[in-house]
């Protein structure tokens, strides 16, 4: 069965710096991945998807994600946090709906 | 994408007692799908609803305690039965998307706290 580890329930970053936020996926044919982030109270919003295409995707929110077949992994990126990225991060992984869903990432941006 | 409501947004309730979940979609869908998310956890699928055929259920729900209805091709309800606390949850319904890219679209999800 396919499924997705997401490296660190909580990950904390000083406004402006780098956010790095880890996703590896279990599957033996690439599957379908995506980013997703839920802000307080709301609903899930897709950030970005890899589909097969290129391998380096740009999403919404200057996010972007790399798949990287060799080391089975997706990880979210951005060159410079705001405060209004503070939110919950879900990778997930589809062969076929319905997704699978990592058990998320914590985001807190320091000022 | 789809455009995704649900009523309502958040309740309380006692316990032994059921609430059903709306779902509604401003476009036509083939699956739509419910997810559970506990407190601090991600998200979990209870089960698949297709229109016109019964619910699929994932293992460790079932039927008799998460009635699910799909009408129609925009509208779908999930019944939370004989509630207990455990059951305090967000409920979220989502849909696929029509593109065949595999993604899904979230609705603003139901609140639902079982005292």
């Known amino acids: 069965a396919q499924s997705v580890t997401q490296l660190g329930s909580h990950v904390s970053v000083s406004e402006g710096a780098l956010v790095l936020l880890r996703c590896n996926y279990s599957s033996s044919v690439p599957p379908y991945l995506f980013w997703y982030v839920q802000y307080p109270n709301q609903g899930l919003q897709l950030l970005l998807k890899?589909?097969?295409?290129?391998?380096l995707v740009k999403g919404i929110n200057g996010f972007e994600a790399e798949f990287k077949k060799s080391e089975t992994s997706f990880h979210l990126t951005k060159p410079s946090a705001h405060m209004s990225d503070a939110a919950e991060y879900f990778c997930?992984?589809?062969?076929?709906?319905?997704?699978?869903f990592g058990k998320g990432t914590r985001l807190s941006v320091i000022a | 994408s789809a455009v995704i409501s649900q009523k309502p947004s958040r309740d309380i309730c006692q316990r032994g007692t059921s609430l059903t979940i709306q779902c509604q979609v401003d476009s036509q869908v083939t699956m739509m799908f419910w997810y559970r998310q506990q407190p601090g956890q991600s998200l979990t699928l209870i089960a698949t609803?297709?229109?016109?055929?019964?619910?699929?259920?994932e293992s460790g729900f079932v039927i008799d305690k998460f009635p699910i209805s799909r009408p129609n091709l925009t509208f779908s309800t999930l019944t939370v039965s004989n509630m207990s606390p455990e059951d305090s949850s967000i409920y979220l319904c989502s849909v696929d998307s029509t593109s065949g890219s595999y993604e899904q679209y979230f609705g603003p999800g139901t609140r639902l706290t079982v005292t």
């Open positions: 890899y589909t097969s295409a290129a391998t």
């Open positions: 997930a992984v589809s062969k076929g709906t319905p997704l699978v």
């Open positions: 609803a297709n229109q016109g055929s019964e619910a699929t259920y």
